[in-house]
C-alpha cells in the first residue's frame, strides 16, 4: 500500500479528529493520503481533491462514519475495484465491521498486505419516460419506489425476463442486493441473505393483498416496473441517498451491475457475528 484514500463522516463529533490520527499513522509509515476537499478543509491539510477522483489514485480507501458514509463512498468507487476499509464511529455496522479499538492493529495488517475482501454485489438501476432515459444509477444496497406522505396506494406493474410477474398495490417496492437485504428489506419483511449468494429480492412495502410476499429472482434477471399513476407524490431512491421525483407511466430497470464493491472484512469476526451482535440474537 503505498497510496490511501481517507473519507469521513464529518457532522460525527469525532470523526475529523480520528481521520488526522489515521492520516498521521499513515504517513508515519510513507504512505501517501488523499482526502475529499472538504475534509482536507477540517484538517487544514495542503491539498484536497474531489470525492469521484480519489477512487483511481488509490491502493485502499478508509472510510471513518457508518454504513451510509461507506454506501456514498462506494458509489464513487464504481468500476475501480479499490478496496474498502470501512470503521464504524458507533455502534456495530452490517457493512462498517471494524471497530474504533481495531482500527490500528487491522490498518497494521492491511498495509502490508495481510487481509481478504468479500465481493459485493451491486446494481445498475435505469428510469424511464416516454422511452428516454432520464435518470441512472449504480447501487449497492437497494432501489427504492416510494409514495409520499400523502399519496395513496401506488399501482406498480412488475415483469422479469419480459414475463409479467404481478401488478403490486403497495405503498411502494424494494429491489435489494444481498447485502441491503439487511436494510429497509429487512424492516419490510424481506429475508436476511448472505452476502456471497447471487441474487435479487423484490419486496412489496405495505401490500393491499396480503398474498403478496417477498420474492427472490436470479441475479442474472432484469427488472422492470412501471409505475401506474397519476397526480401523486411517488419517488425513486437508489441507497435511500440519491434519487428523484417519478410521473406516471415511468418505467424502473434493474439489472446486476458489472461492478462490485470490495469490503476488507474484518480478521476478528465473521458476518454471521455481525448479524448476531446487530440483531441482538439470543438476548432476552
Request: proline residues 5%; glycine residues 10%; hydrophobic residues 40%.
Amino acid at each position: 500500500m503505498k497510496r490511501v484514500g481517507v473519507f469521513a463522516k464529518r457532522n460525527h463529533p469525532e470523526a475529523v479528529e480520528i481521520a488526522r490520527e489515521v492520516t498521521s499513522w499513515l504517513q508515519e509509515r510513507g504512505i501517501e493520503v488523499f482526502h475529499d476537499k472538504a475534509l482536507a478543509e477540517d484538517l487544514g491539510t495542503v491539498q484536497g481533491y474531489p470525492g469521484g477522483s480519489i477512487p483511481a489514485m488509490v491502493n485502499l480507501i478508509v472510510v471513518l462514519g457508518g454504513d451510509g458514509t461507506l454506501i456514498s463512498v462506494a458509489r464513487k468507487v464504481g468500476d475501480l475495484r479499490t478496496p474498502i476499509l470501512g470503521v464504524n464511529l458507533g455502534s456495530l455496522g452490517f457493512l462498517t465491521e471494524i471497530t474504533l479499538q481495531e482500527i490500528f492493529p487491522v490498518l497494521e495488517q492491511v498495509v502490508r498486505g495481510d487481509f481478504t475482501v468479500s465481493s459485493r454485489m451491486m446494481l445498475d438501476a435505469v428510469v424511464r419516460r416516454d422511452g428516454s432515459e432520464v435518470g441512472r444509477y449504480r447501487v449497492l444496497n437497494d432501489v427504492v419506489i416510494n409514495k409520499g406522505a400523502l399519496a395513496r396506494i401506488i399501482d406498480m406493474e412488475a415483469s422479469v425476463d419480459d414475463v409479467y410477474l404481478t401488478t403490486f398495490k403497495a405503498d411502494g417496492l424494494i429491489i435489494s442486493t444481498p447485502t441491503g437485504s439487511t436494510g429497509y428489506n429487512l424492516a419490510a419483511g424481506g429475508p436476511i441473505i448472505s452476502p456471497d449468494l447471487d441474487c435479487l429480492v423484490m419486496a412489496p412495502i405495505c401490500p393491499h393483498m396480503l398474498t403478496n410476499r417477498p420474492i427472490i429472482v436470479s441475479d442474472k434477471a432484469i427488472i422492470r416496473v412501471e409505475v401506474k399513476f397519476q397526480d401523486q407524490d411517488v419517488v425513486f431512491t437508489a441507497d435511500g441517498q440519491v434519487g428523484m421525483p417519478l410521473q406516471g407511466g415511468d418505467v424502473v430497470e434493474v439489472r446486476r451491475s458489472r461492478s462490485c464493491t470490495l469490503l476488507v472484512k474484518s480478521p476478528t469476526k465473521d458476518y454471521f457475528q455481525v448479524l448476531r451482535t446487530k440483531l441482538r440474537w439470543g438476548e432476552r
